[in-house]
Protein backbone atom coordinates (compact mmCIF):
# COMPACT_ATOMS: atom_id res chain seq x y z
CA UNK A 1 0.00 0.00 0.00
CA UNK A 2 1.30 3.49 -1.01
CA UNK A 3 -1.25 6.34 -0.30
CA UNK A 4 1.52 8.99 0.41
CA UNK A 5 -0.16 12.02 -0.88
CA UNK A 6 -3.27 10.58 -1.62
CA UNK A 7 -6.09 12.72 -1.22
CA UNK A 8 -9.62 10.30 0.89
CA UNK A 9 -12.58 11.81 -0.60
CA UNK A 10 -14.88 8.70 -1.38
CA UNK A 11 -14.46 5.26 -1.03
CA UNK A 12 -14.92 4.19 -4.65
CA UNK A 13 -11.35 5.43 -5.31
CA UNK A 14 -9.77 3.22 -3.23
CA UNK A 15 -8.93 -1.32 -3.81
CA UNK A 16 -9.71 -3.58 -1.97
CA UNK A 17 -6.26 -3.86 -0.99
CA UNK A 18 -5.73 -0.07 -0.12
CA UNK A 19 -8.99 -0.14 2.70
CA UNK A 20 -7.15 -3.31 3.79
CA UNK A 21 -4.28 -1.60 4.43
CA UNK A 22 -5.52 1.44 6.20
CA UNK A 23 -7.28 -0.95 8.65
CA UNK A 24 -4.59 -3.49 9.48
CA UNK A 25 -2.62 0.24 9.95
CA UNK A 26 -5.36 1.61 12.21
CA UNK A 27 -5.08 -1.68 14.35
CA UNK A 28 -1.53 -2.31 14.84
CA UNK A 29 -1.71 1.74 15.82
CA UNK A 30 -4.61 1.36 18.36
CA UNK A 31 -2.07 -1.67 19.16
CA UNK A 32 0.93 0.71 19.44
CA UNK A 33 -1.29 3.40 21.69
CA UNK A 34 -2.55 0.21 23.93
CA UNK A 35 0.92 -0.49 24.81
CA UNK A 36 2.37 2.67 25.11
CA UNK A 37 4.89 2.69 22.41
CA UNK A 38 2.84 4.58 20.01
CA UNK A 39 5.74 6.46 17.49
CA UNK A 40 5.28 10.12 16.55
CA UNK A 41 5.60 9.84 12.42
CA UNK A 42 4.41 12.81 11.40
CA UNK A 43 6.25 15.99 13.58
CA UNK A 44 6.01 19.17 12.17
CA UNK A 45 2.82 18.90 10.04
CA UNK A 46 0.15 20.84 10.00
CA UNK A 47 -3.52 19.93 9.28
CA UNK A 48 -6.20 22.55 8.62
CA UNK A 49 -9.74 21.08 9.47
CA UNK A 50 -12.07 23.52 7.77
CA UNK A 51 -15.97 22.57 9.29
CA UNK A 52 -18.87 24.05 7.79
CA UNK A 53 -21.13 21.41 9.54
CA UNK A 54 -21.01 21.08 12.85
CA UNK A 55 -19.06 18.09 14.25
CA UNK A 56 -18.01 15.71 17.79
CA UNK A 57 -16.66 12.82 16.45
CA UNK A 58 -14.68 13.82 13.30
CA UNK A 59 -13.24 16.90 15.15
CA UNK A 60 -12.04 15.74 18.09
CA UNK A 61 -10.73 12.49 15.81
CA UNK A 62 -8.47 14.55 14.17
CA UNK A 63 -6.85 16.41 16.72
CA UNK A 64 -6.17 13.68 19.16
CA UNK A 65 -4.89 11.73 16.10
CA UNK A 66 -2.94 14.46 14.79
CA UNK A 67 -2.01 15.47 18.04
CA UNK A 68 -0.85 11.75 18.91
CA UNK A 69 1.53 11.53 16.34
CA UNK A 70 3.60 14.86 16.38
CA UNK A 71 1.36 16.88 14.23
CA UNK A 72 -0.36 20.18 14.53
CA UNK A 73 -4.15 21.61 14.23
CA UNK A 74 -6.18 24.12 12.68
CA UNK A 75 -9.75 24.43 13.10
CA UNK A 76 -11.83 26.82 10.92
CA UNK A 77 -15.52 26.72 11.28
CA UNK A 78 -18.25 29.36 8.95
CA UNK A 79 -17.67 32.01 11.05
CA UNK A 80 -13.49 32.13 10.53
CA UNK A 81 -13.34 31.30 7.92
CA UNK A 82 -14.25 32.96 3.76
CA UNK A 83 -14.86 29.49 2.49
CA UNK A 84 -18.30 29.97 0.44
CA UNK A 85 -18.84 33.34 1.58
CA UNK A 86 -16.02 36.33 0.28
CA UNK A 87 -13.90 33.15 -1.25
CA UNK A 88 -13.90 30.21 -3.50
CA UNK A 89 -13.42 26.48 -2.80
CA UNK A 90 -10.29 26.44 -5.38
CA UNK A 91 -9.02 29.79 -3.79
CA UNK A 92 -9.16 28.77 -0.48
CA UNK A 93 -7.07 25.15 -1.57
CA UNK A 94 -4.78 27.23 -2.63
CA UNK A 95 -4.49 29.12 0.28
CA UNK A 96 -4.26 26.56 2.31
CA UNK A 97 -2.31 24.78 0.88
CA UNK A 98 0.83 27.10 1.03
CA UNK A 99 0.31 26.92 4.91
CA UNK A 100 -0.75 23.66 5.67
CA UNK A 101 0.04 20.05 4.60
CA UNK A 102 -3.29 18.82 4.77
CA UNK A 103 -6.78 20.07 4.42
CA UNK A 104 -9.89 18.07 6.05
CA UNK A 105 -13.36 18.96 4.91
CA UNK A 106 -16.53 18.35 6.77
CA UNK A 107 -20.13 19.98 4.95
CA UNK A 108 -22.99 19.37 2.69
CA UNK A 109 -21.31 19.13 -0.85
CA UNK A 110 -19.14 16.93 -2.35
CA UNK A 111 -18.17 19.31 -5.01
CA UNK A 112 -16.66 21.40 -2.67
CA UNK A 113 -14.55 18.28 -0.89
CA UNK A 114 -13.90 17.47 -4.79
CA UNK A 115 -12.67 21.06 -6.21
CA UNK A 116 -10.56 21.08 -2.71
CA UNK A 117 -8.71 17.97 -3.86
CA UNK A 118 -8.64 19.10 -7.73
CA UNK A 119 -6.85 22.76 -6.59
CA UNK A 120 -4.63 21.94 -3.39
CA UNK A 121 -1.60 20.14 -3.64
CA UNK A 122 -1.81 18.56 -0.35
CA UNK A 123 -4.16 15.87 0.53
CA UNK A 124 -7.59 16.58 1.46
CA UNK A 125 -10.04 14.24 3.34
CA UNK A 126 -13.88 14.10 3.47
CA UNK A 127 -14.70 14.29 7.11
CA UNK A 128 -18.28 14.07 6.06
CA UNK A 129 -20.59 15.11 2.83
CA UNK A 130 -24.18 14.28 1.98
CA UNK A 131 -22.90 11.57 -0.60
CA UNK A 132 -19.92 10.17 1.34
CA UNK A 133 -18.89 9.51 5.06
CA UNK A 134 -15.30 7.07 4.15
CA UNK A 135 -13.65 8.46 7.37
CA UNK A 136 -16.69 6.76 9.52
CA UNK A 137 -16.64 3.47 6.95
CA UNK A 138 -12.92 2.68 8.26
CA UNK A 139 -14.17 3.05 11.93
CA UNK A 140 -17.01 0.68 11.09
CA UNK A 141 -15.13 -2.15 9.39
CA UNK A 142 -12.40 -2.27 12.04
CA UNK A 143 -15.20 -2.15 14.32
CA UNK A 144 -17.10 -5.50 12.46
CA UNK A 145 -13.71 -7.10 12.06
CA UNK A 146 -12.80 -6.53 15.88
CA UNK A 147 -16.49 -8.20 16.47
CA UNK A 148 -17.02 -10.62 13.92
CA UNK A 149 -13.53 -11.99 12.71
CA UNK A 150 -10.93 -10.97 10.41
CA UNK A 151 -12.10 -11.87 6.51
CA UNK A 152 -14.50 -9.77 5.68
CA UNK A 153 -16.34 -12.24 2.67
CA UNK A 154 -17.80 -14.15 5.77
CA UNK A 155 -18.90 -10.92 7.83
CA UNK A 156 -22.92 -9.93 6.77
CA UNK A 157 -24.70 -6.64 8.03
CA UNK A 158 -27.77 -4.77 7.69
CA UNK A 159 -28.48 -1.36 7.35
CA UNK A 160 -32.24 0.08 8.44
CA UNK A 161 -33.55 3.45 8.04
CA UNK A 162 -33.04 5.83 5.64
CA UNK A 163 -30.40 4.61 3.11
CA UNK A 164 -30.46 7.81 0.02
CA UNK A 165 -27.65 9.41 2.95
CA UNK A 166 -24.14 9.14 2.94
CA UNK A 167 -24.63 6.06 5.59
CA UNK A 168 -26.78 4.06 3.31
CA UNK A 169 -24.27 4.85 0.18
CA UNK A 170 -21.06 4.38 2.22
CA UNK A 171 -21.96 1.35 3.63
CA UNK A 172 -23.49 -0.37 0.64
CA UNK A 173 -20.13 0.80 -1.50
CA UNK A 174 -17.67 -0.31 1.05
CA UNK A 175 -19.00 -3.66 2.03
CA UNK A 176 -19.11 -4.65 -1.84
CA UNK A 177 -15.36 -3.27 -2.00
CA UNK A 178 -14.47 -5.37 0.42
CA UNK A 179 -16.66 -8.59 0.03
CA UNK A 180 -19.36 -8.79 2.48
CA UNK A 181 -22.44 -9.46 2.47
CA UNK A 182 -24.38 -6.34 2.74
CA UNK A 183 -28.12 -5.73 3.11
CA UNK A 184 -30.10 -2.20 2.70
CA UNK A 185 -33.07 -2.79 4.80
CA UNK A 186 -35.55 0.08 4.19
CA UNK A 187 -38.36 1.05 2.19
CA UNK A 188 -37.92 1.45 -1.75
CA UNK A 189 -38.74 5.33 -1.61
CA UNK A 190 -35.14 5.64 0.86
CA UNK A 191 -32.42 3.19 -1.22
CA UNK A 192 -29.51 4.56 -2.28
CA UNK A 193 -29.82 5.68 -5.97
CA UNK A 194 -29.70 3.84 -8.72
CA UNK A 195 -25.41 5.03 -9.87
CA UNK A 196 -24.53 4.32 -5.94
CA UNK A 197 -26.54 0.81 -6.63
CA UNK A 198 -24.46 0.08 -10.05
CA UNK A 199 -21.20 0.96 -8.65
CA UNK A 200 -21.87 -1.44 -5.43
CA UNK A 201 -22.82 -4.60 -7.72
CA UNK A 202 -19.89 -3.68 -10.26
CA UNK A 203 -17.16 -4.01 -7.01
CA UNK A 204 -19.23 -6.66 -5.44
CA UNK A 205 -18.46 -9.33 -8.68
CA UNK A 206 -15.13 -7.90 -8.65
CA UNK A 207 -15.02 -8.64 -4.85
CA UNK A 208 -17.29 -11.52 -4.35
CA UNK A 209 -19.65 -9.64 -2.16
CA UNK A 210 -23.13 -10.29 -1.93
CA UNK A 211 -26.04 -7.14 -2.03
CA UNK A 212 -29.52 -7.28 -1.29
CA UNK A 213 -31.44 -4.63 -0.96
CA UNK A 214 -35.09 -5.18 0.88
CA UNK A 215 -38.04 -3.66 2.32
CA UNK A 216 -38.30 -6.48 4.32
CA UNK A 217 -36.67 -6.87 7.71
CA UNK A 218 -36.98 -10.15 7.83
CA UNK A 219 -35.12 -11.27 4.87
CA UNK A 220 -32.91 -8.36 5.28
CA UNK A 221 -31.49 -9.33 8.94
CA UNK A 222 -31.67 -12.96 9.22
CA UNK A 223 -28.01 -14.11 10.29
CA UNK A 224 -26.38 -10.72 10.28
CA UNK A 225 -23.30 -9.80 12.22
CA UNK A 226 -24.44 -6.73 12.16
CA UNK A 227 -27.13 -3.68 12.51
CA UNK A 228 -26.61 -0.93 11.34
CA UNK A 229 -28.99 2.59 11.68
CA UNK A 230 -28.67 6.61 11.39
CA UNK A 231 -31.20 9.23 12.27
CA UNK A 232 -34.05 9.73 10.44
CA UNK A 233 -34.78 13.14 10.66
CA UNK A 234 -32.55 16.11 11.42
CA UNK A 235 -33.16 19.40 13.48
CA UNK A 236 -33.47 21.80 9.89
CA UNK A 237 -36.09 19.68 8.24
CA UNK A 238 -39.76 21.25 8.00
CA UNK A 239 -42.57 19.40 10.35
CA UNK A 240 -44.16 18.05 7.06
CA UNK A 241 -40.90 16.41 6.33
CA UNK A 242 -41.17 14.84 9.95
CA UNK A 243 -44.20 13.20 9.45
CA UNK A 244 -43.61 11.84 6.20
CA UNK A 245 -40.55 9.61 7.05
CA UNK A 246 -41.38 9.15 10.48
CA UNK A 247 -44.55 7.03 8.66
CA UNK A 248 -42.36 5.40 6.50
CA UNK A 249 -39.44 4.80 8.88
CA UNK A 250 -41.53 3.29 11.99
CA UNK A 251 -41.48 -0.40 10.49
CA UNK A 252 -37.65 -0.08 10.82
CA UNK A 253 -37.11 1.29 14.24
CA UNK A 254 -34.43 -1.04 15.75
CA UNK A 255 -36.07 -2.70 18.94
CA UNK A 256 -35.49 -5.79 20.87
CA UNK A 257 -37.82 -7.24 18.51
CA UNK A 258 -36.27 -5.54 15.37
CA UNK A 259 -32.26 -7.36 16.84
CA UNK A 260 -34.13 -10.90 17.39
CA UNK A 261 -34.90 -11.22 13.70
CA UNK A 262 -31.04 -11.71 13.22
CA UNK A 263 -31.68 -15.27 15.03
CA UNK A 264 -28.29 -14.55 16.52
CA UNK A 265 -27.81 -14.12 20.12
CA UNK A 266 -24.23 -12.00 19.27
CA UNK A 267 -25.64 -9.86 16.63
CA UNK A 268 -23.82 -6.28 17.47
CA UNK A 269 -25.59 -2.94 16.80
CA UNK A 270 -23.74 -0.08 15.33
CA UNK A 271 -24.29 3.51 14.95
CA UNK A 272 -22.67 6.63 13.70
CA UNK A 273 -24.14 8.41 16.34
CA UNK A 274 -25.35 11.00 17.31
CA UNK A 275 -28.19 8.85 18.01
CA UNK A 276 -31.95 10.11 19.27
CA UNK A 277 -32.14 6.93 22.01
CA UNK A 278 -33.97 8.83 24.33
CA UNK A 279 -35.75 12.07 25.66
CA UNK A 280 -32.83 14.16 26.31
CA UNK A 281 -32.05 15.47 23.27
CA UNK A 282 -34.31 18.05 21.16
CA UNK A 283 -35.39 15.84 18.40
CA UNK A 284 -36.26 13.17 20.92
CA UNK A 285 -38.32 15.18 22.49
CA UNK A 286 -39.88 16.73 19.39
CA UNK A 287 -40.70 12.98 18.25
CA UNK A 288 -42.44 11.92 21.01
CA UNK A 289 -44.25 14.36 21.88
CA UNK A 290 -45.46 14.77 18.21
CA UNK A 291 -45.58 11.47 16.42
CA UNK A 292 -45.77 9.40 20.43
CA UNK A 293 -42.98 7.92 19.58
CA UNK A 294 -41.06 7.74 23.07
CA UNK A 295 -37.98 5.81 24.14
CA UNK A 296 -35.90 6.66 21.27
CA UNK A 297 -36.61 7.19 17.44
CA UNK A 298 -34.48 4.88 15.16
CA UNK A 299 -33.33 3.20 17.97
CA UNK A 300 -34.68 2.53 21.23
CA UNK A 301 -32.88 3.05 24.48
CA UNK A 302 -33.00 -0.48 25.55
CA UNK A 303 -31.16 -1.80 22.25
CA UNK A 304 -28.76 1.46 22.66
CA UNK A 305 -27.44 0.71 26.26
CA UNK A 306 -27.76 -3.39 25.76
CA UNK A 307 -25.00 -5.67 25.81
CA UNK A 308 -24.73 -5.96 21.85
CA UNK A 309 -24.16 -2.41 21.40
CA UNK A 310 -20.69 -0.98 20.05
CA UNK A 311 -21.36 2.07 19.38
CA UNK A 312 -18.59 3.62 22.11
CA UNK A 313 -16.14 0.87 20.06
CA UNK A 314 -17.45 2.50 17.02
CA UNK A 315 -16.57 6.50 18.48
CA UNK A 316 -13.20 5.31 19.43
CA UNK A 317 -11.87 3.48 16.72
CA UNK A 318 -12.94 6.43 14.15
CA UNK A 319 -9.68 8.21 16.17
CA UNK A 320 -7.76 5.02 15.33
CA UNK A 321 -8.66 4.85 11.61
CA UNK A 322 -7.92 8.53 11.22
CA UNK A 323 -4.78 8.28 12.48
CA UNK A 324 -4.16 5.97 9.97
CA UNK A 325 -5.29 7.93 7.09
CA UNK A 326 -2.77 10.79 8.29
CA UNK A 327 0.16 8.67 8.36
CA UNK A 328 -0.42 6.76 5.49
CA UNK A 329 -1.12 9.82 3.03
CA UNK A 330 1.53 12.31 5.53
CA UNK A 331 4.38 9.47 6.35
CA UNK A 332 3.80 6.90 3.50
CA UNK A 333 3.40 4.25 6.11
Known sequence: MNLLGR???????FTKEELLGLLDLAAALKAER???SELQRLSGKRIALLFEKTSTRTRISFEVAAAEQGATTTYLDPQSSQLGHKESAADTARVLSRLFDAIEYRGSSQMIVDTLA?????????????????????????????????????????YLGDARNNMGNSLLVTGAILG?????????????????????????????????????PDEGLAGVDAVHTDVWVSMGEPSDVW???????????????????????????????????DDQTAVGQKVAAEFGLTGGVEVTHE???????????????????????????????
Open 180 to 216: CDVRIVAPKALWPDEGVQAAAHERASESGGRILLTEN
Open 118 to 158: EYADVPVYNGLTDDWHPTQMLADFLTMRECAGQDFTKISYA
Open 34 to 36: RAG
Open 303 to 333: VFESPASVVFDQAENRMHTIKAVLVATLAGE
Open 243 to 277: AERIALLRPYRVDTAMMKRSGRDDTVFMHCLPAFH
Open 7 to 13: DFLRELD
